[in-house]
Nanobody
Framework: DVQLQASGGGLVQAGGSLRLSCATSGFTFDDYTIGWFRQAPGKEREGISCIGSDRTYYQESVKGRFTVSSDNAKNTVYLQMNSLKAEDTAVYYC????????????????????WGKGTQVTVSS
């Protein structure tokens, strides 16, 4: 069975940091781009970062503050989030897609092969 398990969310003060993990299993990790999405209350789900095939991408709102990385031996992708702001409060999801290269178009229509359950990130101001 394919599994993507996001973890590492929590409550943090503005300016603080969190590291999210996305542990995957059930598919060939190296063949997929893994990305991070978030959905704030009352807003649409948005793609914020991806990693795959030696490429990374960041949405403008998180560029310079978030860093995506992967540990291929552990089939796990990480999202280091620094300088957190109240507007980063959302449920964060990881997802995998195997055909498109990591970049702004990888998030097209949020059309992913696999989704994980989300992890809540709350940033208090």
């Amino acid at each position: 069975d394919v599994q993507l398990q996001a973890s590492g969310g929590g409550l943090v003060q503005a300016g603080g940091s969190l590291r999210l993990s996305c542990a995957t299993s059930g598919f060939t990790f190296d063949d997929y781009t893994i990305g991070w999405f978030r959905q704030a209350p009352g807003k649409e789900r948005e793609g914020i970062s991806c990693i795959g095939s030696d490429r990374t991408y960041y949405q403008e709102s998180v560029k310079g503050r978030f860093t995506v990385s992967s540990d291929n031996a552990k089939n796990t992708v990480y999202l280091q989030m620094n300088s957190l702001k109240a507007e980063d409060t959302a449920v964060y999801y990881c997802a995998a897609e195997g055909l498109r290269y990591c970049g702004s178009m990888w998030f097209f229509n949020n059309d992913m092969d696999y989704w994980g359950k989300g992890t809540q990130v709350t940033v208090s101001s």
